[in-house]
């Protein structure tokens, strides 16, 4: 049971980037799987994320708008489309199992009675 996550690197502000996150040894269509991201000195924080069954979609309100999650079963990965990037967008970004708040906010999941799953961190850098 793995998360592979891809795709980061350097882009300057208003730019694009996309990434990805393979799953293996479990479905995506069985476990909701989204996004977060640390930044230097900061807390982990939810960024999106995909309920299992219907697909439905939730965002940080800090990135709503310019970012967008997608999926395709087939492959298993979830993607991570980022548009109109700044520099505060700097961060490790990390895919994970996910659920989400009353109002919509995506969390991580914490505790053993759930399935939780992190694929390693990548890097985004937004910088002139």
């Known amino acids: 049971v793995q998360l592979q996550a891809s795709g980061g690197g350097l882009v300057q502000p208003g730019g694009s980037l996309g990434l990805s996150c393979a799953a293996s040894?479990?479905?995506?269509?069985?476990?909701?799987v989204g996004w977060f991201r640390q930044a230097p000195g900061k807390e982990r924080e939810g960024v999106s994320c995909?309920?299992?069954?219907?697909?439905?979609?939730y965002y940080a309100d800090f990135v709503k708008g310019r970012f967008a999650i997608s999926r395709d079963t087939a492959k298993n990965t979830v993607y991570l489309q980022m548009n109109n990037l700044e520099p505060e967008d700097t961060a490790v970004y990390y895919c994970?199992?996910?659920?989400?708040?009353?109002?919509?906010?995506?969390?991580?999941?914490?505790?053993?009675?759930?399935?939780?799953?992190w694929g390693q961190g990548t890097l985004v850098t937004v910088s002139s």
């Open positions: 994970g199992t996910c659920t989400y708040s009353s109002d919509g906010t995506p969390m991580a999941l914490v505790g053993d009675e759930y399935f939780v799953v």
């Open positions: 040894g479990f479905s995506i269509e069985n476990f909701a």
């Open positions: 995909m309920s299992a069954t219907l697909g439905t979609t």
